[in-house]
């Protein structure tokens, strides 16, 4: 049934996290809006004096009209990725890529630049001092993309929403458009194989969904956080298998990934949060009553294990890489995430059904 497993907690939790109505932004005083704008303002002087951080290859945004969808998007070493992210999102009708390449070693720069709808930048400065990226893609989109709907995605991330098969990103942004909204929420749903992980095999020009082809339909959980108002969405396959004892920790599992840009605004977290608040108030998460999509999230193809290997060696993807290293462990260690609970994952029409997103009105 629509929203099964899907709890929205409405009272103050341990962790402090104030519970509202998911629709609803909590309330704050003038002291926490002032604060907030400021905030916002760091960001963007931040993001801006990240600029030197980036090397231009190959800019072509001198082709960007007025009108285009943009994805931006930071990556490493993604070569087994690129080639259906790419064809994923052109058939959605992204028009232009902003992408930076944070270092990679495995031939995903020569691709990337024999691409003539993709601007790269090249970086080999820390990925987690730069807020885990976040200060270069808000420095690009305050620079290319104000005025534009822009979508902010990562190499593993394909986003999918009601009718996405016949209807392009630009039918579904005039729709929003015309609807008042200025943003588009959705959840990250993990995908994962039936068996061993690592055990499968992938090529890299099929859809990861034929590999990746399970995920867990629920429990999931949503609750909104004070001063934000950014809604806090976790729960899912990882929760169940490497954070059940420490579920606090777990992957936060909403973003805003689509939003007609201001250059005065900012992304504060990832695309879990942005400035100003109101546009947080675009997603209401799992059972929600708002238009949304879902985030399918390819992490898991067969190269996780090496992936994971590198990246516990790295220590750039947590703000405390020490609290995470079981989690890493945990999936070197190859284990089947799949159980008799797991559902087979059939498409956007599955999706809704089982409350993970909504087509909120968005109807052909």
């Not at 990226?133 to 420095?139: A, Q």
């Not at 859809?207 to 959980?221: G, I, K, Q, S, T």
């Amino acid at each position: 049934m629509p929203g099964a497993g899907i709890r929205t907690d409405t009272t103050t939790n341990e962790a402090g996290l104030i519970g509202a109505s998911p629709q609803t932004l909590p309330r704050i005083g003038w002291a926490d809006a002032y604060r907030l704008r400021w905030k916002r303002r760091r960001l963007l002087l931040r993001s801006w004096r990240s600029r030197h951080q980036l090397t231009s290859r190959n800019d072509q945004t001198h082709k960007i009209r007025r009108g285009d969808i943009l994805a931006f998007t930071t990556l490493r070493n993604e070569i087994t990725r690129i080639p259906w992210f790419l064809r994923h999102y052109r058939q959605l009708g992204v028009d232009h890529f902003l992408i930076v390449d944070n270092g990679s070693d495995d031939r995903s720069t020569e691709l990337l630049l024999d691409q003539p709808d993709i601007s790269l930048w090249q970086t080999h400065a820390s990925y987690r001092a730069s807020r885990y990226g976040l200060d270069w893609l808000n420095w690009l989109q305050m620079r290319h993309g104000h005025g534009h709907w822009c979508l902010m995605v990562d190499a593993d991330e394909l986003l999918i929403y009601a009718h996405h098969q016949t209807q392009t990103l630009q039918d579904l942004t005039a729709w929003l458009g015309q609807s008042g909204r200025r943003a588009f929420g959705a959840l990250m749903l993990d995908l994962y194989p039936k068996g061993t992980l690592g055990a499968q095999s992938y090529d890299p020009a099929a859809d990861p969904a034929e590999v990746l082809n399970w995920f867990d339909a629920a429990p999931y959980r949503a609750q909104r956080q004070s001063p934000l108002g950014n809604l806090w969405v976790q729960g899912g396959v990882r929760e169940r298998m490497f954070f059940a004892k420490t579920r606090q920790r777990s992957p936060t599992l909403n973003k805003i990934p689509l939003v007609r840009w201001s250059r005065h605004y900012a992304y504060v977290n990832s695309c879990h949060s942005a400035l100003p608040r109101r546009l947080n108030a675009a997603y209401d998460g799992p059972g929600g009553e708002t238009p949304s999509g879902v985030l399918l999230h390819t992490k898991f193809l067969p190269e996780i294990i090496q992936k994971s290997r590198i990246e516990k060696q790295r220590r750039q993807h947590f703000h405390d890489p020490d609290q995470f290293g079981s989690y890493y462990d945990g999936i070197i260690d190859g284990p089947t995430l799949w159980t008799s609970q797991s559902v087979p994952f059939e498409g956007w029409e599955q999706l809704e059904q089982l409350g993970l997103m909504n087509a909120g009105g968005w109807r052909i």
